[in-house]
């Protein structure tokens, strides 16, 4: 976390942290593989951890091992049945909203979106109205928005003084983007002095915002491009 002294917003007192390691992109077609929820504390202790190990019922692309080490076999063998874990995915996290807890997820859109896609996929009731999510990917680009370099969460981490070890796998990412939460938080306190909900109401207007202004950088480029949706945090 960051060494900053500036108190923290009330919303980032207490944060779950959510993040998913998947087969492909494609939001349609992606199925997870790991997941992990835990919670955090205001100096970024852990209060608790759950992780997901899951066969996605498909073939595990070679590429998508290269990035989080989990191969087919290895999830046929020791993961859990995706119907019941997409289920207790769901559940976790809309026990967390229902609380009013809210949730970090960066690039919340990515996660969100292919948890909904599976949650139909198994029958299953989707997260109905997820809120209020937290995404630092939003946050950074709104509160330093002229910064320039890479805005991955790698990137960002390094950015904000967050340790980010063992990358892309669910448990780290998700913790690290908490953190990031909290430095950015206590960083731009002033900026971000809200509750949680209407911080997510204020994260929908600049994820539009941010999607349009991208959207222009493409066209005014002249090179074929395909429109960035705005929609956040479920496309």
């Given at each position: 976390?960051?060494?900053?002294?500036?108190?923290?917003?009330?919303?980032?007192?207490?944060?779950?942290?959510?993040?998913?390691?998947?087969?492909?992109?494609?939001?349609?077609?992606?199925?997870?593989?790991t997941a992990n929820i835990s919670v955090l504390r205001g100096d970024g202790s852990i209060e608790s951890s759950r992780d997901w190990l899951i066969?996605?019922?498909?073939?595990?692309?070679?590429?998508?091992?290269?990035?989080?080490?989990?191969?087919?076999?290895?999830?046929?063998?020791?993961?859990?049945?995706?119907?019941?874990?997409?289920?207790?995915?769901?559940?976790?996290?809309?026990?967390?909203?229902?609380?009013?807890?809210a949730v970090v997820a960066y690039n919340a859109a990515y996660d969100f979106s292919?948890?909904?896609?599976?949650?139909?996929?198994?029958?299953?009731?989707?997260?109905?109205?997820?809120?209020?999510?937290?995404?630092?990917?939003?946050?950074?680009?709104?509160?330093?928005?002229?910064?320039?370099?890479?805005?991955?969460?790698?990137?960002?981490?390094?950015?904000?003084?967050?340790?980010?070890?063992?990358?892309?796998?669910?448990?780290?990412?998700?913790?690290?983007?908490?953190?990031?939460?909290?430095?950015?938080?206590?960083?731009?306190?002033?900026?971000?002095?809200?509750?949680?909900?209407?911080?997510?109401?204020?994260?929908?207007?600049?994820?539009?915002?941010?999607?349009?202004?991208?959207?222009?950088?493409?066209?005014?480029?002249?090179?074929?491009?395909?429109?960035?949706?705005?929609?956040?945090?479920?496309?």
């Open positions: 976390m960051s060494d900053s002294l500036l108190p923290l917003p009330d919303w980032a007192e207490v944060l779950a942290v959510f993040d998913t390691e998947t087969t492909g992109i494609a939001y349609d077609t992606t199925r997870i593989v066969n996605p019922g498909i073939e595990i692309p070679a590429q998508a091992t290269a990035v989080h080490g989990i191969t087919t076999e290895h999830a046929r063998a020791n993961g859990e049945d995706a119907a019941g874990a997409i289920y207790d995915i769901v559940q976790t996290l809309q026990a967390y909203f229902d609380s009013g807890i292919i948890l909904q896609r599976e949650a139909v996929r198994y029958s299953h009731d989707p997260l109905a109205d997820p809120s209020p999510v937290i995404d630092p990917l939003i946050i950074d680009k709104q509160v330093d928005r002229y910064r320039k370099g890479k805005r991955t969460l790698e990137a960002v981490a390094a950015h904000y003084g967050v340790s980010l070890t063992s990358a892309h796998t669910a448990a780290a990412d998700a913790v690290a983007a908490g953190h990031v939460a909290q430095a950015i938080a206590a960083k731009f306190a002033s900026e971000l002095s809200m509750s949680a909900l209407e911080l997510h109401k204020a994260q929908t207007e600049w994820a539009k915002a941010q999607a349009e202004s991208f959207n222009r950088y493409l066209k005014d480029s002249g090179k074929p491009y395909q429109p960035t949706s705005g929609q956040w945090p479920v496309r």
